[in-house]
């Protein structure tokens, strides 16, 4: 029984890690919205102009979405993360100035390891369900 606790503490733990990760994404967006953390060339933050502050509103409630436990929840948001990293690695690669600015490697290293968890959450939610069923 105490084995059983502590997986169960361990996977609470790892889904706390997953919501502080994409508060730390949303908040590093907040930050590169209002020029606290610069994000290379200046025109980028023009550019994006809401989009920023749309992505900060995606993660603080995708991140909140994660205490739900829904694993097709989770799903959606590894899509959604994964997805958003791709683009944003399509849209700058010929770009170092973004790629490499503070903003764009916090957010993406906070992303990243998001993506990990959430997989990690999946996959273990999964298993846990295939076992009750057998």
């Given at each position: 029984?105490?084995?059983?606790?502590?997986?169960?503490?361990?996977?609470?733990?790892?889904?706390?890690?997953?919501v502080?990760?994409?508060?730390?994404?949303?908040?590093?967006y907040?930050?590169?919205?209002?020029?606290?953390?610069?994000?290379?060339?200046?025109?980028?933050?023009?550019?994006?102009?809401?989009?920023?502050?749309?992505?900060?509103?995606?993660?603080?409630?995708?991140?909140l979405?994660?205490?739900?436990?829904?694993?097709?929840?989770?799903?959606?948001?590894?899509?959604?993360?994964?997805?958003?990293?791709?683009?944003?690695?399509?849209?700058?690669?010929?770009?170092?100035?973004?790629?490499?600015?503070?903003?764009?490697?916090?957010?993406?290293?906070?992303?990243?390891?998001?993506?990990?968890?959430?997989?990690?959450?999946?996959?273990?939610?999964?298993?846990?369900?295939?076992?009750?069923?057998?």
């Amino acid at each position: 029984m105490n084995t059983l606790q502590q997986t169960h503490t361990n996977f609470v733990r790892w889904m706390w890690l997953g919501v502080a990760l994409a508060l730390g994404a949303a908040f590093a967006y907040l930050l590169m919205g209002f020029r606290v953390l610069g994000v290379g060339d200046v025109r980028v933050a023009d550019e994006g102009g809401s989009i920023i502050y749309v992505a900060a509103a995606c993660y603080l409630v995708g991140g909140l979405l994660i205490l739900v436990r829904n694993r097709w929840l989770w799903i959606f948001g590894a899509v959604m993360n994964a997805l958003v990293m791709l683009f944003y690695f399509q849209m700058y690669a010929a770009r170092p100035e973004v790629l490499l600015s503070p903003g764009g490697l916090i957010s993406k290293v906070a992303q990243l390891l998001l993506e990990g968890i959430l997989i990690y959450l999946i996959v273990r939610d999964w298993r846990g369900a295939t076992r009750k069923r057998v």
